[in-house]
């Protein structure tokens, strides 16, 4: 059982930046593959991030170049650096595990919110 929880979110200009954080329960903290999705107010859910167990990252193309995914093993955290923002980038994140090996994430965090002023 993983417990996730986010933080980090607030508002910010377009250009500027904020760092998600993704702590997370479990002694195994380090073999599951953590992502980062968001949604947006009448908008499907769609990922932006994830970081394997191996440290393989995979970033959505809106996002390339703007966000960077990493891992603290030791902290069992997950940040997400979201640099250059755009309004397009308001949403709520979410952080999701899912478990080597598996495509399904049955752990999700409650969620947290970006706001990017034009």
């Known amino acids: 059982q993983v417990q996730l929880v986010e933080s980090g979110g607030g508002l910010v200009q377009a250009g500027g930046s904020l760092r998600l954080s993704c702590a997370a329960s479990?002694?195994?903290?380090?073999?599951?593959?953590i992502s980062w999705f968001r949604q947006a107010p009448g908008k499907e859910r769609g990922n932006v991030a994830a970081?394997?167990?191996?440290?393989?990252?995979y970033y959505a193309d809106s996002v390339k170049g703007r966000f960077t995914i990493s891992r603290d093993n030791a902290k069992n955290t997950v940040y997400l650096q979201m640099n250059s923002l755009k309004p397009e980038d308001t949403a709520v994140y979410y952080c999701?595990?899912?478990?080597?090996?598996?495509?399904?994430?049955?752990?999700w965090g409650q969620g947290t919110q970006v706001t990017v002023s034009s």
């Open positions: 999701a595990a899912r478990v080597r090996g598996t495509m399904e994430y049955p752990y």
């Open positions: 479990g002694r195994t903290f380090s073999t599951y593959t």
């Open positions: 970081i394997s167990w191996r440290n393989s990252t």
